[in-house]
């Protein structure tokens, strides 16, 4: 008798000790994912932090007839050997805009070559000592600073990383992410009411629901490859357009929408309709003025994670053409345009080590458009959630 105690309490013992490990195990993986988040906000934030600022110089800008034959001499020699070559060629132009300028001489703070800004912010550059020490007495006077850097979102892409701006990639998306939400919202909707509500559960209808899962778990790579062939090649929409990107994200969101949109319906208590049919209700109706209010948070909240994704991706834009240089925000649907993923990405695969904070920077602008977008979400959700 003692015996068979003995070993119901080793057993018992045996299985806490189970309980524990796992239990520890679970903490530490927990707390190797949070290290990992960490380490990852840590090292974008560090890197992202310093684009917000630009290194600027106060100068007199003579604005004259011959700044307009050479814009080296626009600024005084030798500080015009540390201005941005992009500004200084900008002058010209200027001037042509606004003749009121010629003739003219104003103090202005002027953007410094990137690596006089690098230099300042303690990185690597290509800096020769003779114009260190002519920035160092510079810094020493305030002739130059480190200034909050409003070209980073007003300026578009540039060849020269102090100019570089994302002010056209986020045209582009919100472009592009206005094309995918009013073509696949709508068919994703439509598709989940008719699968969920009027098909019938035969041979034809479960193959279809097969594939649509099947479609959401594909590499987004793939519809690159389908809004080539259909939308370019086919149809013959422009390469490099919102309109083309947006179809084609919209393809690759169709699945989400729909998964999580018939997710809704299903939710919906069957007695709603069963009450609504009794009260003499055609099907539409019931669906009209009883099932879609009620599934709209569920419909809404997938939606938007949906769109949510399409707004980070990047491989099925790199197929059709999105990955061009595109300096100007642009003008319509069918114009060349470039999305924030696409901008990190293309800065990242740049030389100059300066491009490294920018997109870091853009990373942080990305991260911030898709974290609002998830908690608009979840807001959504808790907004208009009726519980049972």
Aim: glycine fraction near 8%.
């Amino acid at each position: 008798m003692s015996e068979s105690i003995l070993s119901q309490s080793s057993a018992h013992q045996k299985r806490f000790r189970a309980e524990k490990r796992f239990k520890a195990l679970s903490m530490m993986a927990l707390l190797l994912a949070a290290s990992f988040l960490v380490f990852f906000f840590y090292d974008i934030i560090s890197k992202g932090a310093s684009a917000m600022q630009q290194a600027e110089v106060l100068v007199d800008v003579h604005y004259n007839q011959e700044s307009l034959d050479n814009y080296n001499k626009a600024v005084e020699s030798p500080i015009n050997k540390l201005v941005s070559r992009g500004y200084l060629r900008t002058l010209p132009l200027k001037m042509k805009d606004h003749p009121e300028l010629l003739g003219t001489t104003v103090q202005e703070w002027v953007v410094l070559d990137s690596d006089i800004d690098q230099y300042l912010k303690g990185k690597p550059n290509r800096l020769k000592a003779k114009h260190k020490k002519l920035v160092d007495e510079l810094v020493t006077v305030g002739a130059i600073q480190l200034n909050f850097n409003s070209g980073f979102f007003t300026n578009g892409d540039s060849k020269m990383p102090e100019l570089a701006g994302i002010k056209s990639a986020t045209i582009g998306s919100l472009y592009l992410l206005f094309i995918t939400m009013i073509v696949a919202l709508p068919i994703g909707v439509m598709t989940a009411l008719y699968l969920e509500e009027y098909a019938p559960d035969n041979r034809l209808t479960q193959v279809i629901e097969v594939n649509i899962n099947n479609l959401a778990a594909i590499p987004s790579i793939l519809f690159g490859l389908l809004g080539l062939a259909i939308f370019i090649s086919f149809f013959g929409t422009p390469r490099s357009s919102a309109l083309t990107g947006g179809l084609t994200l919209a393809l690759m969101t169709l699945p989400v929408i729909i998964i999580s949109a018939r997710a809704a319906l299903r939710a919906v208590p069957g007695s709603i309709r069963e009450a609504a049919v009794g009260l003499g209700a055609s099907r539409w109706q019931t669906i009209w003025h009883h099932v879609l209010p009620l599934a709209f948070p569920g419909i809404l909240t997938g939606s938007i994670i949906g769109l949510a994704q399409a707004m980070g991706e990047t491989a099925p834009l790199l197929i059709i053409g999105m990955m061009a240089y595109v300096p100007d925000s642009p003008g319509g649907f069918l114009d060349a345009a470039t999305v924030l993923p696409a901008q990190i990405y293309t800065w990242t695969g740049e030389s100059i080590r300066a491009y490294s904070e920018r997109a870091a920077a853009g990373i942080l602008v990305l991260l911030a458009i898709l974290l609002s977008l998830n908690g608009l979400a979840v807001w959504l959700r808790k907004r208009f959630e009726t519980r049972w």
